[in-house]
């Protein structure tokens, strides 16, 4: 699943690839896909992509007149590549963008000079892959409300926000029962999170994923927020470094604990135990984390 991480990859580098093309193409070989009618996919050409920033585990595209929303849900990825290059197995939307005269001037610092951003006088190509079309892309025109899912009044703040301080922390957490894990992953709780990186800040934190909010100690509280935006911080510099060019490929292999099951833990040595409720796979060390 992309989490905040992932995501912040791609808003930072499409938005430096793309901010100030205007769309000249637009195709849903998935149409379900997308969450509008053909009537509006096809307005999208001619307008100005303006900016492109994520906000939980979406990623919002503002144009000059409406609005585009990726939600990747599980296995949604994006792919940036030149018109006639290969198509990805299960691609769902493409959106083609023209040249411009320049780049945007509040790119992103690390996408500067990137050898992989497109010329500015080529075409430029996003894709869309899901294989299982759990993921969403929704159309929003001027003038029409349509609900997202997720994106609403109950999304918390992002991990990674300078306003998300230890106080705020602290604030929000009481709000919140439950396990540790189930807590970090609750997008209305702070958003971005999902299962690989909960694995990663509770390691970080030395806390087991299934201990309640309630048995935390002031202190623990406060080793959880730091971890928290560590581990996001260290993610995302370690992303910048490994993803470029493949954005549709998923970097997890570095991860300290996350679905390294039966491996020792890098940190004290003990095999790391791993379980699957609902399916879903959580990572942690007995010998380090309590």
Known sequence: MPELPDLAIVADAFHAALAGRRIVSTAAPAPLAIRGTPAELARLVGQELVTLRRRGKFLLVDLD???IVFSPM?????????PGATLPSKTA??????????????QATWTRRATWLPANDVLVEVRYRDPTQMGKVYILPAGIERPV???????????????????????RIRRHPGELKNLLKNQAFVA????????????????LPFRKRSSLSADEVDVLHTATRATIDNAI???????????????????AVHDKGGQPCPRCGTRISEV???????????????
């Open 65 to 67: 007149r409406d609005r």
């Open 74 to 82: 599980l296995t949604g990825r994006f792919q940036l590549a030149a």
């Open 93 to 106: 939307v493409l959106i083609g963008f023209g040249p411009r005269a320049r780049g945007p001037r509040d």
């Open 149 to 171: 899912p997720g994106l609403d009044d109950e999304l918390g703040p992002d991990a990674d926000d300078p306003a998300l301080t230890l106080d705020v922390w602290r604030q």
């Open 192 to 207: 971005g999170i999902g299962n690989a990186y909960s694995d990663e800040i509770l390691h970080a934190a030395r806390l």
């Open 237 to 255: 510099d370690e992303l910048r470094d490994r993803v470029p060019p493949t954005f549709e490929k998923q970097a997890r292999d570095w991860l």
């Open 276 to 290: 699957k409720p609902g399916g879903f796979v959580t990572s942690f060390c007995r010998g380090c984390q309590h």
